[in-house]
């Protein structure tokens, strides 16, 4: 099955920056074109974060994170990125990357799922 890991995670200040990256191990290489970075934060529902169409390039963001996250590929590393500046409090919670058919939306269809990683910022 679809091994996707996620690395980055941690403890940040509030105003600081955290990159988070999604590496894609079973297969090797993306066949997904819809990737995207969703959080849950203790006693919430899962939302999502930012989705990218990697053949299109296109990239959508959840209003909480605009202009302070940006989802990228790193087509050298082989993973899907994100992104975190300015973070604030409410940024907390487990980060998990996904994998999808398109259309690439935030409320998309995502049927691979990593493990997830942890944000805190305090």
């Known amino acids: 099955h679809v091994q996707l890991v996620e690395s980055g995670g941690g403890s940040v200040q509030v105003g600081g920056s955290l990159r988070l990256s999604c590496a894609t191990f079973?297969?090797?290489?993306?066949?997904?074109?819809?990737v995207g970075w969703f959080r849950q934060a203790p006693g919430k529902e899962r939302e999502a974060v930012a989705v990218?169409?990697?053949?299109?390039?296109?990239?959508l963001y959840d209003d909480s994170v605009k202009g302070r996250f940006s989802i990228s590929e790193d087509k050298e590393k082989n993973t899907v990125d994100l992104q975190m500046d300015s973070v604030n409090v409410e940024d907390t919670g487990t980060y998990s990357c996904?994998?999808?058919?398109?259309?690439?939306?935030?409320?998309?269809?995502?049927?691979?799922w990593g493990q997830g990683t942890q944000v805190t910022v305090s």
């Open positions: 996904a994998a999808g058919s398109p259309p690439c939306e935030l409320h998309g269809q995502f049927n691979q």
């Open positions: 079973r297969p090797p290489a993306w066949t997904s074109n819809c």
């Open positions: 990218i169409n990697r053949a299109l390039g296109r990239k």
